[in-house]
């Protein structure tokens, strides 16, 4: 009722969500700085939602920075770049952050290359057609930096006979602790206006929106200090909460649009794409190159010399907390944000396109969390009032403890969540409701493939 | 390069929480309650602070054995078993003979909240199922309300330690509250004496101006659901403001309809409790307008004087059905109601 009102006067925003602590003091002043080459790095052929790359080296190729070593397979896979001078010294399975085993490339740098990046064929923006950028895009290994992973390609396709409006560029990093985007937009401006041309081109979107919030207001000034005369480009303020970078939410806040269940939004005539990719298009695609690094933000209690450092694809994360090094209680790693972002098993698993952040915390935070004694649903509401899908998950634990998982789906939207944490933050009874949702889920999922 | 040689803690997201935990809020609400009890005390001497005492130890002792006996933890550590017990003994005359404190405090978390499976499962609010009961088996009792005595930290009214299963003797005078007053002899009293709660009554009822600072507490703290005490308040105000325009010689006004009886007590720290309310504010909003209309209709029409507990009972038995049809408007969805 109250986000009614404050629509009433402007302020842009959506319903529900919630306000942790942002945690980004640590890291947000910290410019970005380049990371050191591990000994060996680890590059799954697979770093995103999709099919995983088609090896193009096999095991005792030199490779060059920038090399394309793996190949897309069809439209829902993108290629992998070499993240160092190098040597392939084998090709084998490694750990991925969900405990499973994967294909990569074990990949030793020249300790003396010059680490000089390979380029390759120029896209201009101005001529080339949807078609080629979308292609481009693709061959530069480009992935949703903002987390998920989705090839970036395959979401700005606009399919045959539809049309999207506009584009927003999520710069909301609603994550703690993450600050990865917040610095880009300060210190890489122009590469993100370098992007978007590419962006609208590829899209034929009439406007693009890039949505900051309040605590980042010195990234949304770089940024629109950035803007090249004439361009239908605005930057939004958007007051902090979680989950403000979800897709959903930012569609609502910013366009007051409301994308169907289990749709997109483009079906509502809008597309989002995260800042940091953004940037990394405007950085990648008028030099030919593919995406070998990344920013990814160090922090959390645990880390003795956070920062925000641009580190190479594949490099494992011992070797981060070793050269960063760490406090002697740590206990768990979090790639990701910490309402999102899942605790490493092991530290052999390395960066991957999709990390956001390393963040460590150590026994006072996670025994904070670990020993909160469960009560019993005393049905406070809190958790109604924190999603942003307005799902019921007091019912839906309700019925998770008794096995209900049908009627979760039937009657109670389960397929609606996507797991933001919401409602398993603030509950005072400290019921663990999205792990009890990611189980009901898969446990449907699993039924309906036996039934098939 | 040093081996970091860690054994890491895996677990699900997110992995930092809110710090409120239940017996914070729980605890926050027992806080809430105490100047309320100690306005108690002053205006009805030892006789309200041994009623308090016992109806709080025996609530508190009751739940711990219960546990006990079934082999499990004791769950008094969430601090929701004493407010049942302050609660209890605030709706209770200060004059009441403790043996029957008791028995209604055995009754309220026994057959009130534990019978129904403890904290989280009980459908009623067992600080009124104990009181219920009691109205029931000790009618006298229940509705005889000493004036405040003179000498009251010097002597005890000869009631408070009755015998068990005598009939106790009332000695003092046997004033009547306002309500009955009013009910049965067609007497309102003055709005001030019923907002500062200097007038006879049960033991905590009777102080509005106290109850509303700790519900103004728990409030902007954020551990109490402020939609259901004022939609119950406006309903009533509304309700009973109609009503006196209609005939004011029959229908008392709002003023003396809202700071009369237990509706401060009720509306802000018995109908607001978590687990027999609905869990939307729509359904909060609901609840609460329901309540204040059988208030009205109960006192007003009913055989006797006062009908907050019953009319807050009530709400408490149709709220799973309130849940039930207010479900939340799922984004991007039309709205579906549940099968169930
Ligand atoms: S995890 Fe799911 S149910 Fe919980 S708040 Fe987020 S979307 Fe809602
Ligand atoms: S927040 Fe927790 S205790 Fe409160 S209603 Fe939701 S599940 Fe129940």
Redesign the interface.
């Known amino acids: 009722m109250i986000d009614a009102v404050k629509h009433l006067f402007g302020v842009k925003t959506f319903s529900h969500g919630i306000h942790p602590p942002d945690s980004k003091d640590g890291t947000r002043d910290l410019p970005i700085r380049q990371f050191a080459f591990a000994p060996l790095l680890i590059v799954p052929f697979s770093q995103h939602i999709g099919k995983p790359a088609i090896p193009v080296v096999g095991e005792g190729a030199e490779v060059t920075r920038g090399q394309m070593l793996a190949k897309p397979d069809g439209f829902m896979s993108v290629a992998i770049h070499a993240p160092a001078t190098g040597v392939i010294s084998r090709i084998g399975l490694t750990p991925a952050i969900n405990g499973k085993m994967t294909p990569g490339f074990f990949l030793k740098p020249y300790e003396a290359s010059t680490q000089e990046v390979m380029e390759g064929a120029v896209v201009d923006p101005e001529t080339a057609t949807p078609e080629e950028i979308l292609t481009a895009i693709q061959n530069a290994g480009v992935v949703g930096l903002g987390g998920a992973g989705f090839p970036t390609h395959a979401k700005l396709k606009v399919p045959e006979g539809r049309s999207i409006d506009t584009l927003i560029l999520n710069g909301a990093e609603c994550e703690p602790y993450l600050t990865t985007d917040h610095r880009v937009m300060l210190e890489h401006a122009e590469d993100v206006m370098r992007g978007i041309p590419y962006l609208l081109r590829a899209t034929r979107a009439e406007r693009v929106i890039i949505a900051v919030e309040s605590n980042k207001r010195d990234a949304a000034e770089s940024l629109r200090a950035a803007i090249p005369p004439g361009q239908p480009i605005t930057v939004e303020v958007l007051p902090v909460k979680y989950p403000q970078g979800a897709e959903k939410m930012l569609t609502s806040a910013l366009v007051g649009r409301e994308i169907p269940s289990g749709g997109l939004p483009l079906d509502v005539g809008v597309i989002c794409t995260n800042i940091g990719t953004t940037a990394e298009i405007g950085h990648l695609l008028p030099r030919g190159m593919g995406l070998y690094e990344r920013v990814i933000t160090v922090g959390g209690p645990a880390v003795k010399k956070k920062g925000n450092y641009r580190i190479p694809i594949g490099t494992p994360l011992r070797f981060i907390l070793d050269v960063v090094g760490v406090e002697d209680d740590i206990t768990t790693v979090v790639m990701g944000g910490p309402m999102m972002g899942a605790a490493a098993s092991s530290l052999d698993i390395s960066i991957t396109k999709g990390s956001t952040g390393v963040i460590a915390f150590t026994e006072r935070e996670t025994g904070r969390v670990n020993n909160q004694t469960e009560y019993p649903c005393i049905k406070c509401g809190a958790c109604v009032d924190a999603c942003p899908i307005f799902l019921n998950p007091s019912s839906l634990g309700l019925l998770a403890e008794k096995g209900r998982y049908d009627e979760m789906v039937d009657d109670f939207h389960l397929r609606d969540c996507f797991e933001c944490g919401c409602c398993t933050f603030v509950c005072p009874s400290h019921i663990p409701l999205v792990q009890k949702f990611r189980v009901a889920k898969a446990a449907v999922r699993k039924a309906a493939q036996v039934a098939k | 390069?040093?081996?970091?040689a860690?054994t890491?803690?895996?677990?699900?997201?997110?992995?930092?929480?809110?710090n409120?935990?239940?017996?914070?809020?729980m605890f926050n609400v027992v806080l809430a309650m105490l100047p309320v009890c100690a306005y108690a005390v002053y205006v009805f001497g030892m006789a309200a602070l041994l009623v308090l005492v016992t109806a709080t130890l025996t609530c508190v002792l009751t739940e711990h054995v219960l546990c006990r006996i079934n082999g499990k933890p004791t769950t008094i550590g969430?601090w929701?078993v004493t407010i049942t017990g302050i609660l209890y003994g605030l709706t209770l005359p200060p004059s009441l003979p403790l043996w029957i404190v008791i028995a209604g405090g055995v009754i309220a978390v026994g057959v009130g909240k534990y019978l129904f499976g403890?904290?989280?499962?009980n459908t009623f609010n067992p600080a009124l199922v104990g009181r219920a009961v009691l109205q029931a088996a000790f009618p006298a009792a229940m509705t005889t309300w000493p004036d405040a005595p003179l000498n009251r930290f010097g002597s005890l009214p000869s009631s408070t330690l009755a015998i068990p299963l005598t009939k106790p003797v009332y000695d003092g005078v046997s004033g009547a509250t306002p309500l009955s007053d009013w009910k049965f002899n067609g007497d309102a009293a003055d709005t001030s004496d019923l907002f500062l709660g200097t007038i006879s009554g049960s033991t905590g009822e009777t102080c509005a101006l106290l109850i509303l600072i700790g519900g103004a507490y728990l409030a902007a703290r954020k551990m109490m659901?402020w939609q259901i005490p004022a939609a119950i308040l406006v309903t009533v105000a509304v309700f009973s403001g109609v009503l006196s325009l209609i005939d004011s010689d029959q229908f008392a006004g709002p003023s003396f309809m809202l700071f009369s009886g237990g509706l401060m007590l009720g509306a802000v720290f018995m109908a607001t409790d978590?687990?027999g309310?609905p869990?939307?504010?729509l359904g909060?909003i609901l609840y609460g307008i329901l309540i204040g209309v059988l208030v009205v209709l109960i006192r007003v029409w009913g055989g006797m004087p006062e009908g907050v507990m019953y009319a807050i009972l009530i709400g408490n038995a149709v709220t799973p059905q309130i849940?039930n049809w207010i479900?939340?408007?799922?984004?991007?969805?039309v709205k579906k109601r549940?099968?169930?």
Do not use: C, E, F, W
């Open positions: 390069m040093t081996q970091l860690k890491l803690t895996i677990r699900s997201s997110p992995h930092i929480r809110a409120s935990g239940v017996d914070t809020i969430d929701s403890g904290l989280g499962y659901n978590m687990v309310s869990i939307t504010h909060s849940d479900q939340p408007r799922v984004y991007g969805s549940p099968a169930s």
